[in-house]
């Protein structure tokens, strides 16, 4: 009897959590080989629950990467938050990131704070190791060992993929014998329209003044292949809160939105597989982060949380 046909198989759901910037989205992608999250070194990058699926011969684990953690000023703010909240007792791991710092900072003790109250187990997985000595390190495990008791404490470098390997097996350890809840070559739940935006929006994180990217939203309202030409088209707007944000969006002369669509061309098309014609406008919507229209309208559905 062939052993391999009756392995069991194991699944189950791993979140992301921590504070901005502390590396989730670029977790993710390393572990899914794919560009799913956008990333930025700018706080609040990730706005909704995004969903990756990575399928072994012998195991499936969906990684849900969530906003960073923070302190809310508007509905976003509170939908960002609640999208958190949602998804810490609905998992099988809790992936609780945090930079290297020996100190831990107040925001990172009220995420402790809530972690007492899971059921989830819990890694800390301490990110961008590559930046410090190994006897900092040391003191770092330490120091949040004391604080609370972790199923695993694993030290990585995302961007150089430094200890992944250890990673993938203690996700394995812990993961339950389960069904395969998507299929083997799905990498991602979410539409294509949804990356597209998303695409865009990363860029114009990239690209804009430090005030800005916080009141953008992107909106694809058509995408469709051109009848047999070979090429999709695209056509997006950047809603923002202000005239005078609009007027910076664009650029003199436009410059602006032409490197915001240049650059997110490439990656569109690397999506799609497919040359795209890109257009895009920019449209003011005052205080869209606090309408509850709106923000269903851009994708913030507080009733699918």
């Known amino acids: 009897m062939n052993k391999e046909k009756n392995k069991a198989f194991h699944s189950g759901f791993v979140s992301l959590i921590g504070r901005p910037n502390v590396g989730k989205s670029t977790l993710m992608n390393c572990l899914i080989g794919e560009k799913i999250s956008i990333i930025s070194n700018k706080p609040q990058t990730t706005r909704n629950k995004i969903q990756s699926i990575l399928t072994t011969d012998d195991f499936q684990v969906i990684f849900i990467d969530t906003p960073g953690i923070h302190t809310p000023k508007s ?5 960002m938050l609640k999208s958190v909240e949602t998804s810490l007792n609905e998992v099988d791991i809790i992936f609780y990131i945090i930079e290297p710092f020996d100190k831990i900072k107040d925001s990172d003790l009220k995420i402790i704070e809530r972690l007492q109250k899971v059921k989830s187990n819990v890694f800390l997985i301490i990110n961008k190791i590559d930046t410090i000595q190994k006897e900092e390190l040391l003191k770092i495990i330490d120091t949040y060992r004391s604080k609370y008791e972790f199923k695993e404490i694993i030290p990585i470098s995302a961007i150089k993929r ?13 993961l339950p014998e389960g069904p395969q809840y998507f299929p083997k070559d799905m990498i991602t739940d979410q539409p294509e329209k949804q990356l597209v935006s998303e695409i865009i929006r990363e860029k114009a994180l990239y690209l804009l003044q430090e005030e800005i990217p916080h009141g953008i939203a992107v909106e694809i309202t058509g995408m469709k292949p051109r009848k047999n030409k070979g090429i999709i088209d695209v056509e997006a707007t950047i809603y923002c809160e202000r005239d005078s944000h609009k007027g910076i969006i664009i650029g003199k002369q436009g410059t602006m939105l032409k490197q915001i669509g240049s650059k997110a061309r490439y990656d569109i098309e690397k999506l799609l597989g497919s040359p795209i014609n890109l257009q895009i406008w920019v449209k003011v919507k005052k205080d869209w982060r606090d309408s509850d229209f709106l923000l269903k309208n851009f994708g913030y559905d507080k009733k699918k949380l």
């Open 75 to 79: 509905k976003l703010g509170n939908f």
């Open 162 to 174: 430094t200890n992944i390997d250890e990673l993938m097996k203690s996700i394995k350890k812990y």
